[in-house]
């Protein structure tokens, strides 16, 4: 068992996760490296409190997934 966990566990690949404060919402006051980040994203986690104009940044082909605040888990 426990050489299938680390056979397993060796196959994934590892990233980088960036937590983004979207602030006041306002899409022009999201910081270069921000707005850098989402251009990388493969995946983009938001909330309701994000504006969508946000999300202008991020790539089209970027899985978008709402979570908490109202959103769908």
């Known amino acids: 068992m426990a050489c299938d966990l680390r056979r397993r566990t060796s196959m994934h690949a590892f990233g980088k996760v960036f937590r983004i404060g979207a ?14 980040a989402l251009r990388l994203a493969d995946v983009v986690l938001v909330d309701d409190l994000v504006s969508r104009g946000c999300l202008a940044h991020a790539r089209s082909d970027a899985r978008v997934v709402q979570v908490g605040k109202r959103g769908v888990c």
């Open 23 to 36: 602030g006041p919402g306002d899409p022009e006051l999201l910081t270069l490296k921000a707005a850098r």
